[in-house]
């Protein structure tokens, strides 16, 4: 690992909707994926002589995640994810200094593999106030 800080950081959270994740008690439900990317402090200075290669990875739920009877799925996935990044060490960075880390939806809600469900940007923009992130409805208003 190349590191001035000796942890990785993203930038983020990548969360994505599936209408029909799975199925509880005979019943179809819909769900919430989350994920992030992380990095070291590596960027194009590999040193192989001396061992130093930068490293980067992906952090995610396994399953979709569904409504508890009291949480949201994606409160839920999103929460799960910020604990087992603290545990591993991962910060998060915003990408300007005047910002925060940043709660996007899979393929900016655009990819129709992905459909977004709907109201969706304000969906995400009050989870992101949640946890202290910004998202597409907060980064709007900000710009």
């Known amino acids: 690992m190349i590191t001035t800080s000796g942890r990785y950081w993203a ?16 019943e179809p439900h819909s769900g919430w994926g989350a994920s992030l990317d992380y990095c070291d402090d590596g960027f194009a200075d590999d040193d192989p002589e001396k061992g130093f290669v930068s490293t980067e990875g992906t952090l995610h739920t396994r399953y979709a995640v569904r409504d508890s009877t009291t949480r949201s799925g994606l409160s839920i996935a999103v929460d799960n994810l910020l604990a087992d990044a603290k545990r591993l060490g991962i910060q998060f960075n915003p990408c300007s200094p005047d910002s925060a880390p940043f709660l996007y939806y899979r393929g900016d809600g655009e990819n129709s593999e ?12 009050t989870e992101a106030a949640r946890i202290g992130f910004v998202s597409y409805e907060t980064h709007t208003a900000d710009a």
């Open 11 to 26: 930038t983020g959270i990548t969360v994505t909707h599936q209408p029909f994740a799975g199925r509880t008690d005979g």
């Open 114 to 125: 992905f459909p977004p469900p709907d109201g969706w940007r304000q969906t995400l923009a």
